[in-house]
C-alpha cells in the first residue's frame, strides 16, 4: 500500500519537523509512505475574500499535478467525517480490499482546500472540531495513521 500526504507549506518549527520525521520513518515499515511538500501561496496583509479564494485555487491547481488517477484521495477538512482510530484503519483496509493500493491525503494551507478539490476527494477526513494550524495537522496525522497501520497489523501500539 502506498500512501502519501501532500501538504501545502513548509514545516517551520524545529519539534514538528523531528516529530515528523520520527513518524515518516515508523511509517515506511508499513507503507510505501513519503510526504510532499508544495509551496504556500502568499496573500498581501490586507487581503479580502476574492483573494483567499484566488489563493485557494492557485494551490489546488498546483495540487492537482501531483495527484495520481487512480489513489483514493482524502482531504483534511474541518467539516469532514470524523473518524476514531480502528474507523479511519478500517477506511484504509477497505481500500485495500477494493483493489486500491494507492492513498494521497492532502492537507491544505492556512485557509484550507478550495471548495472544487474538495468535490473532486473521494473522502473528507476531519480529526475533530477544533481548528489545527496546517503544520501540527501534519504531526497528528502521521501519528495517526502509524496508529492505524498498527491497528490494520494487530499490533499494539507503543510510542
Known amino acids: 500500500m502506498k500512501i502519501e500526504f501532500i501538504a501545502i507549506g ?17 511509517l515506511c ?19 479580502s475574500s476574492a483573494d483567499v479564494i484566488n489563493v485557494l485555487e492557485e494551490e489546488a491547481n498546483n495540487i492537482r499535478k ?44 492556512t485557509f484550507g482546500v478550495s471548495k472544487l478539490l474538495k468535490r473532486e476527494a473521494d473522502f473528507l477526513f476531519s480529526l475533530g472540531s477544533p481548528t489545527y494550524p496546517h503544520q501540527l495537522m501534519r504531526l497528528i496525522l502521521a501519528e495517526q495513521t502509524y496508529r492505524a497501520a498498527k491497528i490494520i497489523r494487530n499490533e499494539k501500539y507503543h510510542n
Not at 501531483?66 to 481500500?95: C, D, N, V, W
Open 10 to 26: 513548509k514545516i517551520k518549527e524545529k519539534y514538528l519537523q523531528e516529530g515528523i520525521a520520527d513518524y515518516e520513518s515508523r
Open 29 to 47: 515499515r508499513f507503507f510505501d509512505f513519503k510526504i510532499t511538500e508544495l509551496i504556500e501561496t502568499r496573500v498581501p496583509d490586507k487581503y
Open 66 to 109: 501531483y495527484l495520481r488517477p487512480k489513489s483514493f484521495k482524502i482531504i483534511m477538512a474541518i467539516e469532514g467525517k470524523q473518524l476514531s482510530s480502528p474507523a479511519y484503519a478500517e477506511l484504509i483496509t477497505r481500500q485495500a480490499i477494493n483493489g486500491i493500493s494507492d492513498i494521497q491525503i492532502l492537507i491544505g494551507s
